[in-house]
């Protein structure tokens, strides 16, 4: 069974700083590629940064671009994403998702196959 755990989310103020977190299971973690979303009530879910496990291409949003570093660690099968310099206007649901049946290097979420639950960040001005 597929499964896709964040965690890490909370309360922060501008400027300050959170590292979510999101560990994969069920399925072959080093041919996947773990996309970073978000989603503000009542807004349309946004890309915010992937990574392709077997060779680490990554790319993010222009809105988080030098402020936010997507990582993995392989052996426990967790992918991370630490944000800095973190502004109000970040505040959102955060979800982690893979696509792992035809593995795309992309921010466009309908070629995720798999979703978590998601984490709430609320940054504070």
């Known amino acids: 069974e597929v499964q896709l755990q964040a965690s890490g989310g909370g309360l922060a103020q501008a400027g300050g700083s959170l590292r979510l977190s999101c560990a994969a299971s069920?399925?072959?973690?080093?041919?996947?590629?773990i996309g970073w979303f978000r989603q503000v009530p009542g807004k349309e879910r946004e890309g915010v940064s992937y990574?392709?496990?077997?060779?680490?291409?990554?790319d993010y949003a222009d809105s988080v671009k030098g402020r936010f570093t997507i990582s993995s660690d392989n052996a426990r099968n967790t992918v991370y994403l630490q944000m800095n310099s973190l502004k109000p206007e970040d505040t959102a649901v955060y979800y982690c998702?893979?696509?792992?049946?035809?593995?795309?290097?992309?921010?466009?979420?309908?070629?995720?196959?798999?979703w978590g639950q998601g984490t709430l960040v609320t940054v504070s001005s």
């Open positions: 998702a893979a696509d792992i049946l035809f593995p795309l290097t992309t921010m466009t979420e309908t070629f995720y196959d798999y």
């Open positions: 069920g399925f072959t973690f080093g041919k996947s590629v």
């Open positions: 990574l392709r496990i077997s060779d680490g291409r990554q």
